[in-house]
Nanobody, 128 residues
């Protein structure tokens, strides 16, 4: 299974960007697909995730109300619409998938160690 990311780039504060992530390869079944980001000198942090079958979404407090995660089941793709971007959103954004189901919920979904497949990362830079 391979996660191919697209989107990202350099924008000014207040602008919008959309990131895309498509899964390819052998039959792909995700339990979760989401986004994490890593700023220079910082650990990779949770941004948003979607529970694939149910469609329920989860967001980090720092992006709630500004970012929207969505999925396209037919395309095995997930998207991150980012609005009202701030300089502190600058980071490498990674698409991630968890292919195995779990009974856990909540904070379990925000832990990067619970995802087993990762995209290559894409740079998002927001200038002030």
């Amino acid at each position: 299974v391979h996660l191919e990311q697209s989107g990202g780039g350099l924008v000014q504060a207040g602008a919008s960007l959309t990131l895309s992530c498509a899964a390819s390869g052998r039959t792909f079944t995700a339990f979760l697909m989401g986004w994490f980001r890593q700023a220079p000198g910082k650990e990779r942090e949770f941004v948003a995730t979607v529970r694939w079958s149910a469609g329920s979404t989860y967001y980090a407090d720092s992006v709630k109300g500004r970012f929207t995660i969505s999925r396209d089941n037919a395309k095995n793709a997930v998207y991150l619409q980012m609005n009202s971007l701030k300089p502190e959103d600058t980071a490498i954004y990674y698409c991630a998938a968890r292919t195995r189901s779990t009974a856990h919920t909540g904070s379990y979904f925000t832990n990067r160690n619970n995802y087993d497949t990762w995209g290559q990362g894409t740079q998002v830079t927001v200038s002030s």
